[in-house]
């Protein structure tokens, strides 16, 4: 689960999403800090995890099953959505990404065009190009519609 949050996580998130109880967790993390697969850094319950090596990271995210990685994400990214509004309003790449990962076209459209305005107002053309690149392949996987074209006006239009 902390793979699909990124590199480096929060124990607050990974609580709120993880399927099992806190002992476990801590008591699961602790055993990969002390494997060193696993850096800590601050105390529970304001820790942050940081994954030793990319490599391990990208291990443990392509061990998991397509459709629990979908899942994951999709929790991952209405987590933030519902309890992050910060990281909503000053990152909505990442839900973005959470949602394209989960395989949710809609959502996911939406989050990049924000990501997109967001990168046009900090004068970053090259992430804006990047995050409203990945919106419109993203929204061509939605059906054709007036609100589809809508959008990928607004996606054009940036």
């Known amino acids: 689960m902390g793979a699909v949050l990124g590199r480096e996580f929060a124990y607050e998130m990974l609580r709120s999403i993880a399927a099992i109880d806190e002992p ?8 990969l800090v002390e494997a060193e697969l696993l850096y800590q850094r601050g105390r529970l319950p304001r820790s942050r995890y940081i994954f030793k090596h990319a490599l391990i990271q990208d291990a443990a995210y392509q061990s998991l099953l397509r459709r629990t990685r979908q899942q994951y994400h999709r929790q991952v990214a209405e987590l933030i959505q519902s309890g992050f509004a910060d990281t909503v309003k000053t990152s909505p790449e990442i839900v973005a990404h959470h949602y394209t990962e989960a395989g949710m076209p809609a959502p996911a459209v939406k989050y990049w065009l924000s990501a997109g305005e967001r990168a046009i107002q900090r004068s970053a053309s090259q992430e804006a190009i990047g995050h409203l690149t990945i919106g419109l ?3 061509v996987q939605l059906p054709e519609t007036p609100k589809r074209a ?3 006006l607004a996606l054009h239009g940036c």
């Open 24 to 31: 476990t967790l801590r008591d699961g993390l602790g055993r």
């Open 137 to 139: 392949a993203q929204l």
């Open 150 to 152: 809508k959008e990928e």
